[in-house]
């Protein structure tokens, strides 16, 4: 049989994680890439960007979202716009009747997260956002857990940390987090536990099947000048209560390029009644070290001096780090996973839904940081 081919609209272009959805969805035989869009009041170093993926992906580019989204062969939207503008631009395209692939983390608005599920579920349209979870060292962690082998589980601790950036430029002192979170993804820094800590506290959800009822954080400015100056945490602790008392603990956020020898440490300790498991994306590996000159970080990108994205990283001219080599390559699935979804007509296992119990979670941290108490959860609606 002919494979499915989907339309696919990409909302957001350069600096932003579009930059390898767009790839990832173009090398794929269902998809056909069909143009980059946005809304119409976005800044001119914006729409700049948005048309310059659109110029690399041989598509065009709609200025105007409404007249893209009446497009008929549109059947999925990629969402890659800024935290503060994805979850109107995502009920939008839900109400449109359109498939959504959905950047994390969600939204950082509780009424914009529960409008989109509820646009979600109106339109009967499927939706997934963006994590590791397709990666082959989490589903095997997915498969011990659900196999009963470590019997119940009774904790998980989770260490998520990016190392890009040059540090040790910050002034670590005290500061006071802000309620709600303001300011989530700038040019030069991004609030880390939101940007980093979705990961570890979305996989959680997803490896256990409980939801979060009691959350404790604390954020702070321990590694980047560019945080500090913008008062956006670059570290984040979470001590939080699953259903069924499941105790749990995540630390997240970034460090330097040179904290480690990867691009990012991520790992869980899963405690249960009968076992401890230590999953690893770098575990097994393979150690290399020879007389070849010692990795070095790139100089910092004027407009993305953090190297949030893979454009100015190639400007930059960043080398892939050579020493730990993973047996198992860290596979990316995500897009195919979802399209295997549209295909068997079935729900992602990190739909919309399940994002904004995250978003929900995440809110309820930045809470708990600026007050210094225990934050319950749900969170009350107005």
């Not at 890439?33 to 041989?58: F, G, H």
């Not at 430029?169 to 500061?175: G, I, S, V």
């Not at 536990?193 to 954020?219: E, Q, S």
Request: proline content about 6%; aromatic content about 8%.
């Amino acid at each position: 049989m002919a494979e499915k081919r989907y339309g696919v609209l990409l909302i957001t272009g350069g600096q932003t994680h579009q930059e390898t959805y767009a790839l990832a969805f173009a090398a794929d035989p269902r998809v056909r890439l069909l143009a980059v869009s946005d809304e119409t009041n976005i800044s001119a170093r914006r729409r700049t960007l948005n048309e310059r993926l659109a110029k690399q992906l041989n598509i065009s580019y709609i200025p105007d979202i409404r007249e893209a989204l009446e497009n008929k062969e549109v059947a999925v939207v990629s969402i890659c716009a800024e935290p503060e503008r994805r979850g109107r631009i995502a009920e939008r395209c839900a109400q449109a009747g359109k498939h959504l692939y959905l950047d994390k983390s969600l939204c950082p608005r509780l009424d914009e997260a529960d409008r989109l599920v509820a646009a979600v579920d109106q339109a009967k349209v499927k939706s997934h956002m963006y994590t590791f979870m397709t990666q082959p060292w989490l589903q095997r962690l997915r498969q011990l857990v659900r196999s009963g082998l470590l019997g119940e589980i009774r904790a998980i601790h989770a260490d998520c940390f990016f190392a890009k950036g040059h540090p040790g430029t910050a002034r670590p002192d005290r500061r006071r987090e802000e309620f709600p979170p303001q300011r989530h993804q700038l040019i030069e820094a991004k609030r880390e536990l939101d940007n980093v800590g979705v990961y570890p506290l979305a996989h959680i959800h997803w490896l256990t099947g409980k939801k979060f009822v009691r959350v404790w954080a604390r954020t702070a400015n321990y590694f980047f000048r560019e945080h500090h100056k913008h008062n956006i945490e670059d570290f984040g602790l979470v001590s939080a209560e699953l259903e069924e008392g499941i105790t749990v603990t995540v630390a997240a956020g970034r460090f330097g390029w040179t904290t480690h020898p990867g691009a990012a440490m991520h790992r869980y300790m899963v405690i249960g009644t009968r076992g401890t498991y230590l999953a690893d994306a770098w575990r097994p590996r393979i150690e290399v070290y020879t007389n070849e000159p010692p990795w070095t970080p790139p100089a910092a990108h004027p407009e993305d001096p953090m190297a949030f994205w893979q454009s100015t990283m190639e400007v930059t001219h960043a080398r892939p780090k050579m020493v730990w080599w993973p047996l198992e390559p860290l596979a990316e699935r995500d897009v195919a996973y979802f399209l295997d979804c549209l295909d068997a007509n079935r729900e992602s296992e990190m739909s919309v839904r399940e994002a904004a119990h995250i978003a929900e979670v995440l809110l309820a941290a930045y809470k708990s940081a600026s007050t210094g108490q225990v934050v319950a959860l749900p969170l009350p609606r107005k």
